[in-house]
C-alpha cells in the first residue's frame, strides 16, 4: 500500500512566522501536489512536482513555496503566515500515467493566530 | 481552466440506492476520478473512467459521458459507513494535476 506520511495532524503557528510543512511517500512516486481544503471550496493545488528539484505552480500559488531537494519528500513553506492560511493542508503523491490515481497523506489542520 | 459542478448535499436510506452527479468544463478532458472522504480523514481513491460508459466496482459504478461533460457516482445497498464526500475530480490534459469538485455530502440514515 501507498504510505504518504504528512509530518503533523495539527499545527498552531503566528502570524509571521514561517512555517514548514513535510510531506514524504514510501512509494518512488515521481509527482507530488500540495493541496489545502476550506469548507465551501474544495481541494485546491497550491503547488505540484513532477520531478526531484522541479515545481509548478497551481491555482493558489502566492504566500507559499516548495521544495523538492529528494523524490520522497515535498514541502510546503508559509514564508510569513498570515491567518487566512489557517486551513486543512493535504499533500498527495501519484506515478506517471494518466489513470493513475493521487494517494492522499491524512492532513495538516492548521491554525494562524 | 476548468469548471467543475457537484451537489451540495444529499440525504438517503440504508440499502438504498444514490446517485452522485458531476458535470465539468475542461479545455482538454483526459480522464476523470472518484474519491471518498470521511469527516477528518484523507480522500481514497473509488474510480477512474476515461471512455464513455459505465465502470463498476463492487457497490460502487461510475459512469462517463465526454460529449456531455458529466458522470455519476451510482451507490447501491447504502450502508451507514457510506457517509462522506465524494469528490469528482478532472484531469486537463497531458499532465497529472487534477481539478477538484467542491464535493457531495451524502448523509446516510437507518
Known amino acids: 500500500d501507498v504510505k504518504v506520511t504528512q509530518s503533523s495532524r495539527y499545527l498552531v503557528k503566528r502570524t509571521g512566522e514561517k512555517v514548514f510543512l513535510e510531506c514524504v511517500q514510501d512509494?518512488?512516486?515521481?509527482?507530488m501536489f500540495w493541496y489545502r481544503q476550506d469548507p465551501g471550496l474544495g481541494l485546491r493545488l497550491i503547488y505540484f512536482?513532477?520531478?526531484?528539484?522541479?515545481?509548478e505552480k497551481g491555482d493558489i500559488p502566492e504566500g507559499y513555496s516548495v521544495s523538492r531537494e529528494k523524490k520522497e519528500r515535498f514541502s510546503l513553506i508559509l514564508e510569513s503566515a498570515s491567518t487566512n492560511q489557517t486551513s486543512m493542508y493535504l499533500c498527495?503523491?501519484?506515478?506517471?500515467?494518466?489513470?493513475?490515481?493521487?494517494?492522499f497523506g491524512d492532513g495538516t489542520r492548521l491554525s494562524i493566530l | 481552466g476548468q469548471n467543475i459542478d457537484q451537489p451540495t448535499e444529499m440525504t438517503a436510506t440504508e440499502g438504498a440506492i444514490v446517485q452522485i452527479n458531476c458535470t465539468y468544463q475542461?479545455?482538454?478532458?483526459?480522464?476523470l476520478f472518484w474519491y471518498q472522504q470521511h469527516a477528518a480523514e484523507a480522500p481514497t481513491f473509488l474510480s477512474y473512467?476515461?471512455?464513455?460508459g459505465l465502470e463498476e466496482k463492487g457497490r460502487f459504478s461510475s459512469f462517463l459521458s465526454r460529449s456531455k461533460g458529466y458522470s455519476y457516482l451510482l451507490l447501491k445497498e447504502l450502508q451507514m459507513k457510506d457517509s462522506a464526500s465524494y469528490l469528482c475530480?478532472?484531469?486537463?490534459?497531458?499532465?497529472?494535476?487534477?481539478?477538484f469538485g467542491k464535493g457531495n455530502q451524502v448523509v446516510v440514515i437507518p
Open positions: 498527495a503523491s501519484s506515478t506517471r500515467g494518466g489513470n493513475q490515481p493521487q494517494h
Open positions: 512509494m518512488d512516486h515521481e509527482n
Open positions: 512536482s513532477y520531478d526531484v528539484k522541479m515545481k
Open positions: 475542461t479545455s482538454g478532458f483526459n480522464g
Open positions: 473512467n476515461v471512455l464513455d
Open positions: 475530480a478532472v484531469r486537463d490534459g497531458g499532465n497529472n494535476r487534477l481539478a
